[in-house]
């Protein structure tokens, strides 16, 4: 069992930077392939990122691609999500989630641990 804690979330400009966090702890980190998904007031929750075991292969969301940066430190037991050029349509809830299955997962439901989550606001 994994437990995993967001941090970083905060309320930024549009065209601001944010740098998330999620520190994971209870068992080997590097078991586990990490996504990040968000959910946007009044919208279901949907996938943004996701990161292999190694952190040797990454995908994203159409949406974010070419602005969201996910990476991960095994040695601190922590992945990121680099988040430029923010967009009021990126404002949601982030949540950090674990996954055991092999391969990189895009479906919510395949992720067995999850975050608290850390609220982005994009405005001016």
């Known amino acids: 069992q994994v437990q995993l804690v967001e941090s970083g979330g905060g309320l930024v400009q549009p065209g601001g930077s944010l740098r998330l966090s999620c520190v994971a702890s209870g068992h080997t980190f590097s078991s586990y392939n990490m996504g990040w998904f968000r959910r946007a007031p009044g919208k279901e929750r949907e996938f943004v990122s996701a990161i292999s075991r190694s952190g040797g292969v990454t995908d994203y969301a159409d949406s974010v691609k070419g602005r969201f940066t996910i990476s991960r430190d095994i040695a601190k037991n922590t992945v990121y999500l680099q988040m430029n050029s923010l967009e009021p349509e990126d404002t949601a809830v982030y949540y950090c989630?674990?996954?055991?299955?092999?391969?990189?997962?895009?479906?919510?439901?395949?992720?067995?641990?999850w975050g608290q989550g850390t609220r982005v606001t994009v405005s001016s």
């Open positions: 989630a674990a996954s055991l299955f092999p391969g990189l997962k895009y479906d919510a439901g395949t992720y067995g641990y």
